[in-house]
């Protein structure tokens, strides 16, 4: 839109004008004054906005229906000029009076009051440096006294919210609040002034509802917003909506939040206010982060950064990458995150950003405090500290003090926790400044318990808890609850110290039920594994003591339960709404096309950015819908089995079921079978993962003829390392057992158990995520009509539909035995179905009555995404709509009733590894869609090692052979031949799920 500049003739001093203002549209009236001469101009706003400015000062204290005056006395003889601007929503008109005359008092303390609110304070506040916010606060206290003195009400009403924004900034809440309350008291009885008694409404109402007056914050933001729909003020409208935003999160109602601030974006831009958009989109951002949305999140994000960096906004860039590093942190994801909270650093420095680079200490501290390096994390939060106090933020000194003192509880300097402690509480009750109270309590009750008052840390767990409810912070009930039960557990009160980390885990829980992204929901849960860990010991440390109380049963239920958590909970769940407006069919529509656009060559970054915005969103709905309609074929698996009911449904007469918890302090297995359950204390979770990678390291890596007899021993002794940690314990009830069904713990998931101390000589072993689940996956399936579907050496995609996959990092060589493979598979089913080639591609699989089939068999390459787990897939020719790439999403929803799912691929096993959730990967997505059982590969494949263990394992099936004894019996004759000998041949492939035999 063009600016419309007019130059009215010189105004004649105490002159009147009227006028109106279209959009943006500009007019100028000039002012001739004699040196020393005061003069005023008032303009009132008949209707509609704009802004007035003398010469290049902006005055813009309200919206529609009040004034703007700018006051002044002529320093030197010249022509002012006096500037009205339309606001975008124009029109407006205005009528604009000026007066001039020999200066009274009162007349230079209004002038002066002027020049301090308009131009000396702005400058300040342009600085952004806490020395000038103190500076500025010293300016406006002055402003607030000339304008009294001059008896300009409006002018001093004025000062006093923008004094209240310069105490907001510094935390000190309580002056804050009190300004704008005198701010609403002098202009509410101004009919004029209506816009500047809202606005100070709204900012009390925000700085109350997130210190700790939460429904009365609210009451004034509410009643903000009828005042300004009814007067005309739509930009305060937005500022209420978004300190609404800012209070439900305040209270943990995050989904609530989200709908405010999604209310303000399709305001901003018929406003003309296009440079909030990115605030808007990063508070989005925030909100939909906590409400579990983490991929909106970090479309969100990314979208503000893009912004940012085009606006070459250096300070906006950096909190960006802040905020998104946090966030990526939160998931597991601490390479990427970390490297975003180092740029964000470097780029606070170079703009001299102290208050910034502060936070990103704060982040580094707390990502460090998930990792149990309280050392290190107390370093980055003391920095912290150090770099708030030079820049003289007190609130922000306040909320770091709090995990401070808690890290010092965690190293024993019970001195600094007390002091940090309680400098914080202090700064709290002296200003009203914001802190986590629940942390600063339970720091507080450690020093007590340290100092050997346990009643009064007893007192201050209370407290903490009081304080948690209060602000509605889950997380910091849940702190509290997981604290006080180590405080028990310590004092030898175990009953009360259970309770308590019972209850610990149920309030994350209740937090945890808010995520609806499953995934996200699982690496939350993931990050709060810990207290999964202080459960389970603290458990079997009871049963240690009272051997036949039940506790190893409890301690074996609850790790049930945790496992089939996750999968029963994507199988179970229900959204709360479908897509409005949207049915299954559009929103696959929505998903291919947006994936297909991606996929072709040369796309622009800018539409690549919003072709992936799109396809996350079609996929996020997608997924409310299809949990809205449970579509799943597996519905039962998440039903927890305790161990009775494992002893008699799946290890059986001839069977065992080893079950492995690995943990900080020692990790436990359970062996149960016919004869009972025995619990076994084992090493810690580090030692065990040192051997896991030593051997996996060795087990995996390629040989040659010239090098196998020399790796064969390594891989020998590593994998014998393993067998004595994990096995050898076990082996007195695991005598005479043939079957095993193991359900493995973190990185155990990667262990092939047959290729350690010899176990596949003596035993079949099937894996399964829980116990429940490979139980689950034993009852009797309805029959499939047919016997194989087999697809092999698919023609694949393009290079530019490749291109997306191939630049994270995967590599698709050819499979040259593939076809060989399925070839010889099928010509021991007669009667079913292959693919090959050009054949095997994804729209002929789609077409096919999968549910006839009772072998579903894939010779070709499997890619694991570890951003977005949904988006795994298997790679297949592609065909017709469809791009060649079966995703786990697709996948999930097939209606299966397989006994068997081979994927005879490159690490078709592997996947996201979450502590305490299991493994997210390809093999889970066949379970959903209704298959028993799922082969799968733990590493890179020979491709003609797989072809002939392939041939022999469904020569076994054929044969009436049960799924694990096929398996086992394939590997034990490859590992005969000498060239196929080491387990790198032999090893990768196991059975997860059904193991077919009883």
């Known amino acids: 839109m063009y600016r419309i500049w007019v130059l009215s003739a010189i105004a004649a001093l105490g002159q009147t004008f009227e006028g109106e203002l279209q959009p943006l549209a500009t007019v100028r009236h000039p002012v001739r004054l004699e040196a020393g001469q005061f003069a005023i101009a008032r303009a009132h706003q008949v209707q509609g906005d704009f802004v007035l400015y003398l010469d290049k000062v902006k005055v813009a204290r ?89 008896g300009d009400v409006p002018f001093e009403g004025y000062a006093h919210r923008r004094l209240s924004r310069a105490l907001n900034i510094l935390g000190d809440k309580k002056a804050s609040q009190a300004a704008d309350a005198r701010a609403m008291e002098l202009l509410e009885p101004l009919a004029a002034e209506r816009y500047g008694w809202v606005a100070a409404m709204v900012d009390r109402g925000t700085s109350m509802a997130l210190s700790g007056e939460l429904e009365a914050g609210v009451e004034l933001l509410e009643r903000a917003i009828v005042i300004c729909r009814a007067e005309g003020f739509p930009s305060r409208e937005l500022t209420a909506l978004n300190g609404l935003g800012l209070a439900a999160s305040s209270r943990g109602e995050f989904r609530k939040a989200v709908g405010y601030y999604e209310k303000i974006l399709p305001m901003l831009e018929p406003l003309g206010m296009r440079d909030d958009v990115p605030i808007a989109l990063f508070n989005l951002a925030n909100a939909s982060a906590n409400a579990g949305d983490t991929q909106r999140a970090i479309e969100l994000f990314g979208r503000v950064l893009q912004m940012r960096k085009e606006r070459g906004d250096d300070r906006g860039t950096a909190r960006t990458m802040s905020n998104l590093g946090q966030i990526l942190i939160s998931l597991n994801e601490a390479g990427k995150g970390e490297s975003y909270l180092k740029q964000a650093g470097e780029l606070f420095r170079k703009v001299g950003d102290r208050v910034g680079e502060g936070g990103v200490r704060v982040a580094f501290g707390e990502a460090l405090l998930r990792q149990s390096r309280p050392v290190e994390a107390a370093a980055e939060f003391e920095r912290a500290v150090a770099l708030y106090r030079e820049s003289g933020m007190k609130t922000n000194v306040a909320s770091t003090l709090a995990p401070l003192a808690e890290m010092y509880t965690h190293t024993g300097e019970w001195d600094k926790a007390r002091a940090a402690a309680g400098e914080a509480l202090a700064l709290h009750k002296s200003s009203g400044v914001g802190v986590s109270m629940s942390r600063i309590y339970t720091s507080l009750a450690r020093v007590a318990e340290h100092d050997r008052r346990n009643d009064e840390a007893l007192g201050y767990f209370e407290l903490a808890f009081a304080a948690a409810r209060k602000n509605s912070e889950r997380e910091g009930e849940a702190r509290t609850y997981s604290m006080r039960s180590a405080f028990h557990k310590r004092q030898g009160s175990f009953e009360l110290a259970l309770a308590d980390i019972e209850r610990s885990i149920a309030v994350s829980d209740l937090a945890a039920a808010r995520i609806t992204n499953p995934a996200t929901r699982a690496s939350f849960r993931s990050s709060r594994a810990k207290r999964d860990d202080d459960h389970l010991e603290l458990l079997v440390t009871m049963h240690d003591r009272e051997p036949t109380a039940g506790y190893a049963a409890r301690a074996y239920l609850v790790t049930e339960r945790t496992r089939a958590r996750s999968l029963g909970e994507f199988l179970g769940s229900r959204a709360e709404s479908k897509p409005a407006a949207k049915d299954e069919a559009a929103l696959l529509a929505a998903v291919t096309s947006a994936q297909s656009n991606l996929f072709r060559p040369g796309v622009p970054a800018a539409q690549r950015k919003r072709l992936e915005s799109d396809l996350s969103r079609a996929e996020r709905d997608l997924d409310l819908l299809q949990r809205a309609e449970g579509r799943h074929a597996n519905e039962g698996l998440y039903e927890a089995w305790d161990e009775e009911r494992t002893r008699t449904e799946l290890a059986g007469k001839d069977g065992a079921v080893i079950t492995y918890a690995l943990g900080p302090a020692r990790s436990v297995a359970w062996v149960i079978t016919a004869a009972g359950t025995q619990v076994v204390s084992l090493p810690p979770r580090a030692e065990v993962l040192q051997h896991v990678d030593a051997f996996r390291r060795l087990a995996s890596k390629p040989v040659s003829a010239l090098t196998a007899a020399r790796e064969q021993a390594a891989v020998s002794a590593a994998g014998a390392q393993l067998h004595r940690l994990l096995i050898a314990p076990l082996e007195k009830a695991l005598t005479g057992k043939r079957s095993l069904v ?257």
């Not at 309200?62 to 005056?69: C, K, M, R």
């Not at 598979?825 to 077409?847: C, D, H, N, V, Y």
């Not at 697709?890 to 502590?915: N, P, Y």
């Open 742 to 998: 193991i359900v493995p713990d973190g990185a155990l998931s990667y262990v092939p158990f047959e290729a350690i101390g010899g176990l596949i000589e003596t035993h079949r072993i099937a894996y399964a995520p829980s116990a429940s689940i490979a139980g689950a996956l034993r009852k009797p399936a309805a029959s499939a009509e047919r016997t194989l579907l087999a697809m092999g050496d698919p023609l694949l995609p393009g290079a530019a539909a490749m291109a997306p996959v191939l630049e994270r990092g995967y590599s698709f060589a050819p499979l040259p035995n593939a076809r060989a493979e399925v070839q010889s598979i099928g010509r021991l089913f007669p009667g079913g179905t292959t693919f090959l080639g050009e054949r095997a591609s994804e729209e002929r699989m789609k077409k096919e009555e999968l549910s006839s089939y009772r072998y579903l068999h894939f010779a070709a390459h499997g890619y694991f995404d570890g951003a977005n787990p949904a988006r795994s897939g298997i790679v297949l020719a592609p065909g017709g709509s469809d791009d060649g790439f079966l995703q786990a999403r697709e996948i999930s929803k097939f209606d299966l009733r397989a006994d068997l799912v081979t994927l005879s691929a490159c690490q078709s096993g592997l996947g996201r590894v979450l502590d305490g959730e299991g493994v997210q990967g390809l093999s889970r997505a066949f379970f959903l869609a209704g298959a028993r059982s799922v082969v799968v590969s733990l590493w890179n494949v020979n491709d003609a090692a797989a072809s002939e263990l392939m041939r022999r394992f469904y020569s076994g099936l054929k044969a009436g052979l049960p799924k694990d004894e096929a398996l086992r019996a394939a590997k034990l004759a490859l590992r005969k031949e000498p060239r196929w000998r080491h387990p790198y041949y032999w090893a990768p492939f196991v059975l997860q799920g059904d193991p077919g035999s009883k």
């Open 62 to 150: 309200s919206e529609g229906g009040g004034n703007e005056h700018a006051a002044w006395i002529a320093e030197r003889s010249r022509e002012y000029v006096i500037t009205l601007e339309g606001a975008v929503a124009g029109p407006a008109r205005y009528r604009l009076e000026i007066e001039s005359r020999t200066p009274t008092e009162a007349d230079r303390s209004l002038a002066a009051a002027f020049r301090l609110i308009f131009v000396d304070a702005p400058a300040l506040a342009a600085k952004q440096t806490a020395a000038a916010t103190r500076e500025q606060i010293a300016v406006l206290n002055r402003a607030v006294e000339l304008a009294k003195a001059a």
